[in-house]
């Protein structure tokens, strides 16, 4: 690590610390030519990863997209960004773990599946909203039928 003051190389960590999200490592260093101190961060470098869409083309993945979905769908509900950025979190290490070896795509509607199970899992109303988008419903009558089916699997859980 250069210092940003001197350029010199030779420098010290003072103090480590991870980030509240565990994905970072924050270092206070300290110059040993100059004496300065100033801050690095450490994360971790994530391989490139191909979504595969419905219509066949591939795109980057890029979490602030599942992000913005689940803010539109928890618009005014009791849903705090925390909650949300735990929620993307949770799905990029469901991705992590899904994505084995050398394979570097998954399809959009694993992630689309697994964005339903986190919204139902804090808000039903959220839960309903992104599948009305997600899903695609064909007509109002599979629409109902979804809502129906959900609202028996929560009277199972009751």
């Given at each position: 690590m250069?210092c940003?003051?001197?350029g010199?190389?030779?420098?010290?960590?003072?103090?480590?610390?991870?980030?509240?999200?565990?994905n970072?490592i924050?270092r206070?260093r300290?110059?040993?030519?100059?004496?300065k101190r100033?801050t690095?961060?450490?994360t971790?470098?994530?391989?490139?990863?191909?979504?595969?869409?419905r219509?066949?083309?591939?795109?980057?993945f890029d979490?602030q997209k599942i992000?913005?979905?689940i803010i539109?769908a928890t618009g005014k509900?009791?849903v705090?960004?925390k909650q949300i950025?735990?929620?993307?979190?949770s799905i990029?290490?469901q991705?992590a773990n899904a994505?084995?070896g050398d394979?570097?795509?998954i399809?959009?509607s694993?992630?689309?599946?697994?964005v339903?199970?986190?919204?139902?899992?804090?808000?039903?109303?959220?839960y309903?909203r992104?599948?009305?988008?997600?899903r695609?419903f064909?007509?109002?009558?599979?629409?109902?039928?979804?809502?129906k089916?959900?609202?028996e699997?929560i009277?199972?859980?009751?």
């Amino acid at each position: 690590m250069r210092c940003p003051n001197c350029g010199s190389h030779d420098n010290k960590v003072v103090d480590s610390r991870t980030n509240d999200n565990s994905n970072s490592i924050r270092r206070r260093r300290e110059c040993l030519k100059c004496g300065k101190r100033f801050t690095s961060y450490e994360t971790i470098e994530r391989v490139s990863l191909l979504v595969i869409k419905r219509d066949g083309s591939r795109q980057s993945f890029d979490s602030q997209k599942i992000k913005n979905s689940i803010i539109a769908a928890t618009g005014k509900r009791p849903v705090s960004m925390k909650q949300i950025d735990n929620i993307v979190e949770s799905i990029e290490m469901q991705i992590a773990n899904a994505v084995i070896g050398d394979q570097q795509e998954i399809a959009s509607s694993v992630i689309g599946d697994m964005v339903m199970e986190e919204l139902k899992k804090i808000d039903e109303v959220a839960y309903i909203r992104f599948a009305a988008v997600y899903r695609q419903f064909k007509d109002v009558s599979t629409f109902v039928d979804f809502i129906k089916n959900f609202e028996e699997e929560i009277a199972k859980k009751i």
